[in-house]
């Protein structure tokens, strides 16, 4: 398995409170990716990285934001969280996008359930 | 709009074969996987297939058909531990992964 991990795995907080959860990674990927899961929606993307301090919107970006200062770490910021940013977040990882036989592998994902 | 269109929920039965279809509508095409996601786990890699056609791996196969844009998994053999989401994920022109919304496989014996 590749080795990524998430922290908090579970998260309860209340509405209007920043949120910070964490994605370690330590296959040295390059590609990194926030996605949420919601019943009857696919995995949509938030944000990826591509690169240390470069990333870029996906999907939902709105209420997001991420950084990236080191390889291995890629944040997700809720800044002011709210219900509807209650879901199952999941943080990926992949050596490429461009060449497409490339795979994304998964984190545990954390649950956040914003009150 | 881009879109993967998925059953919501299947049954089988131990020991049975059963086909979970895919069809998708996106700009352009670079590829589709199938993940399995266990109920509160992260989804996992099963198969890739960017050339028509039907790639076999162990109990578990995926074909592919560009031109009607229509893929499916064929899982042989059903066993309980096959209970699970399988989601169905295309890559389009911009290299992004769109995805399905899953179908759910309930195996009973």
């Known amino acids: 398995d590749a080795g990524i991990t998430q922290s908090p795995r579970h998260k309860v907080t209340e509405t209007g409170t920043p949120v910070t959860l964490r994605c370690h990674q330590t296959?040295?990927?390059?590609?990194m990716y926030w996605y949420r899961q919601d019943p009857g929606h696919g995995l949509r993307l938030i944000h990826y990285?591509?690169?240390?301090?470069?990333?870029d919107k996906g999907e939902v970006s709105d209420g997001y934001s991420v950084s990236r200062s080191k390889t291995e770490d890629f944040l997700l910021t809720l800044e002011s969280a709210t219900s509807s940013q209650t879901s199952v977040y999941f943080c990926a990882i992949s050596e490429s996008a461009r060449e497409v036989t490339d795979t994304q592998y998964f984190g545990p994902g954390t649950r956040l359930t914003v009150l | 709009g881009q879109n993967i269109d998925q059953p919501t929920e299947m049954t089988a039965t131990e020991g049975a074969i059963v086909q979970i279809n895919c069809t998708y509508q996106t700009s352009g095409f670079n590829g589709l996987f199938w993940y399995q996601q266990h109920a509160g786990e992260a989804p996992t890699f099963l198969s890739y297939n960017v050339l028509d056609g039907l790639e076999e791996k162990g109990r578990f196969s995926s074909f592919l058909s560009r031109s009607k844009g229509y893929s499916y998994l064929l899982l042989k053999e059903l066993q309980m531990k096959d209970s699970a989401s399988y989601l169905c994920?295309?890559?389009?022109?911009?290299?992004?992964?769109?995805w399905g919304a899953g179908t759910k496989l309930i195996i009973k014996p």
């Open positions: 994920a295309v890559i389009d022109s911009n290299y992004q992964l769109i």
């Open positions: 296959e040295n990927h390059r590609y």
């Open positions: 990285s591509y690169g240390v301090k470069d990333t």
